[in-house]
């Protein structure tokens, strides 16, 4: 499954979503009620465990989480950068 | 005084001032009060009149700002609305209030259009945001914000007795008269309208300023909802002092507050304890320069020992003011931040210019260490529930001069020696999470009304981050297979966000007493309340 259907599964099964309203990718999650101060965390959470990564306090900000687009882009960039830092480590390039 | 002069006079005193720093947009005193004006006269040029209520239902922004200040110039009352209401809830606020106008944003039309067909006294209707979007069927005259905004402020009708340009010379109100009604929950479910007078307002203004020892220099974060009268006086207070306020729509994003809190200086962050939760989980909170921060404060509920060490260890320069109140009359004490190590568990002293004391069932004062419901007296004290003369009884009682009224706060209480208060519990049984009080009443009947629950039970269960958070009990009808995800989604469109339970559990049956009522003692008890 891509990131961006993961992260839509995991916003449909844990906030609720008013009646039938389909969720665009870029809808902001705020804006449309879906999630609070509470749900960020919970998504925080889920992020950090599936991913395996740190979110930095740093990084807790709308360009990074508020949208389905945001938060896939946001995790692509994480896990490369993760893999160049690894690639580096190995003296590879 | 009335509460609009806090405006005017800071618009007097520090004309190119900065007031109000919301989005990127900085407005200076001079020009919310020139804006505030043109709100006013336009309210008044269709008919608006003195003691008429006009609701605003906006996120936190600069219109709710100006529109706030611009209906109190008009002698009309105001009503800030929670953003997240529901239609229902909307409906039954303004048909409560008999409001005779609607500020709201074209984002809110989901909810707002569900209301048009049930508020017969609605007149007219203005929006902010996407001019395109204003309905052009069903709603009574909508108007464009922008149209107000670009009305000539020459036309203002001047007072040329009064030393002060911006007043508008029809302004006959007194600080009898009612600025506000705030909607708070009520145990019955429907919420009460908490009527506030001009004196009221500024009466606990002074106070809560006096003791915070506020200076002109002051910026003050606001992250609350203008609709809880925490984040409404933050605009209040700094505009009666001449302060900064950095209003910010939302804590969802903390660092984007940390952010602000560091570019604009802030020295005053009022926050409630899930904030507070949820700020004490960043990695680090000492390696931003926080250093203009002088004080904290906090309300709502009371914070766990263990967050005000940390909040302290956090923010080592800023002094935490421990405090309690209810709309009803505002606020009721503070802790003096040098009490907080002998006291941390207390919620400290009345504030300035008002007096409490503990009484028990026959409303005999009691002495030191008994537990009792709390008494207030102060100017600051509401006039009662609008429209609602038989609670309002129940609240506000004679007090020691004639013709007084005290407020009965419904909250149980223990004094010390030395009068510092310590919370103990509610006398009904309403929910306080997130900072919200919830009528566990509104959460089951939104519960009921959905097809295929035959009973349900609301209670609170302890949480780190909510204080308490709600669970909700369910006996299915036969035949109906529900699930968790059906009735969270049917709470969704019904209540508001904090309302909506954290836990649900399906049951077969639920225990009773002998009246037949659900016995909700014996389901705390199993959860070892």
């Known amino acids: 499954m891509s990131i961006e259907n993961e992260i839509r599964k995991f916003i449909e099964e844990n906030f609720i979503l008013e009646g039938d309203d389909h969720l665009g990718d870029e809808d902001s999650l705020l804006e449309k009620g879906i999630i609070d101060s509470t749900g960020v965390l919970e998504l925080v959470a889920f992020l950090e465990e599936t991913y395996h990564f740190k979110i930095k306090d740093e990084e807790l900000v709308p360009e990074n989480l508020d949208s389905i687009k945001n938060i896939s882009q946001f995790i692509q960039n994480k896990l490369n950068f993760s893999r160049e830092s690894v690639d580096r480590e190995d003296g590879r390039s | ?529």
């Open chain 2, 1 to 529: 005084m009335l509460v609009q002069n806090f405006l005017e006079e800071s618009a007097h005193r520090f004309p190119n001032k900065v007031a109000l720093i919301h989005k990127g947009e900085r407005l200076t005193y001079q020009e919310v009060d020139q804006k505030a004006n043109k709100v006013a006269q336009w309210l008044r040029s269709q008919g608006i009149q003195r003691g008429d209520r006009v609701a605003i239902f906006l996120d936190s922004s600069a219109e709710s700002v100006i529109s706030l200040f611009g209906i109190l110039k008009a002698d009309a009352i105001f009503l800030m609305l929670s953003p997240t209401l529901k239609t229902q809830k909307l409906s039954y606020i303004l048909n409560n209030c008999q409001a005779k106008a609607l500020i709201t944003h074209t984002n809110k039309l989901g909810v707002v259009s569900g209301v048009f067909g049930s508020v017969p006294n609605l007149q007219f209707v203005i929006f902010t945001g996407n001019k395109d979007k204003i309905p052009t069927s069903g709603c009574p005259n909508p108007i464009l914000w922008q149209e107000i905004d670009f009305l000539n402020p020459q036309s203002a009708i001047r007072n040329p007795q009064s030393n002060n340009a911006s007043r508008l010379a029809t302004c006959e109100n007194i600080d009898l008269d009612l600025a506000t009604i705030i909607y708070t929950s009520g145990s019955t479910g429907n919420p009460k309208g908490v009527m506030l007078t001009h004196l009221n307002m500024i009466s606990a203004a002074t106070s809560i300023t006096t003791y915070l020892e506020n200076v002109p220099e002051d910026i003050i974060i606001d992250v609350l909802p203008l609709s809880f009268d925490y984040g409404l006086y933050q605009i209040l207070m700094a505009f009666k002092f001449g302060g900064t306020v950095v209003l910010e729509q939302s804590f969802a994003f903390p660092y984007e507050i940390i952010k602000q809190m560091i570019k604009e200086r802030v020295t005053g962050f009022p926050g409630v304890p899930t904030m507070f939760a949820i700020l004490l989980q960043m990695e680090d909170l000492k390696k931003y320069d926080l250093s203009s921060l002088r004080y904290v404060t906090n309300t709502a509920a009371a914070l766990p020992i263990e967050h005000i060490k940390r909040i302290r260890d956090a923010f080592p320069q800023a002094k935490l003011y421990s405090m309690y109140g209810l709309t009803e009359c505002k606020r009721v004490s503070y802790l003096p931040p040098d009490e907080l190590d002998r006291r941390p568990g207390s919620v400290g002293r009345g504030m300035p210019n008002e007096e409490v004391w503990v009484v028990d069932e026959n409303g005999n004062r009691v002495g030191p260490g008994v537990i009792g419901e709390l008494v207030v007296r102060g100017s600051n004290v509401m006039r009662g529930y609008w429209g609602d003369p038989e609670i309002t009884d129940r609240v506000l009682k004679p007090g020691p001069l004639p013709g007084e009224k005290v407020l009965y706060t419904g909250d149980l209480f223990k004094m010390d020696e030395e009068g510092f208060l310590y919370f103990v519990g509610r006398k009904d049984d309403m929910i306080k999470t997130k900072g919200e009080r919830v009528s566990p009443k509104e959460v089951e009947n939104a519960l009921y009304g959905l097809e295929g629950i035959v009973e349900v039970a609301v209670i609170p269960l302890p949480d780190d981050i909510l204080g308490q958070a709600i669970k909700a009990y369910i006996v299915r009808r036969n035949g109906y297979s529900l699930t968790e995800k059906d009735v969270l989604r049917h709470c969704k469109k019904e209540l508001e966000e904090f309302a909506i339970p954290k836990y649900i559990e399906f049951r077969d049956s639920l225990p009773k007493i002998s009246s037949g009522k659900i016995d909700k003692l014996t389901l705390k008890q199993e959860i070892g309340q």
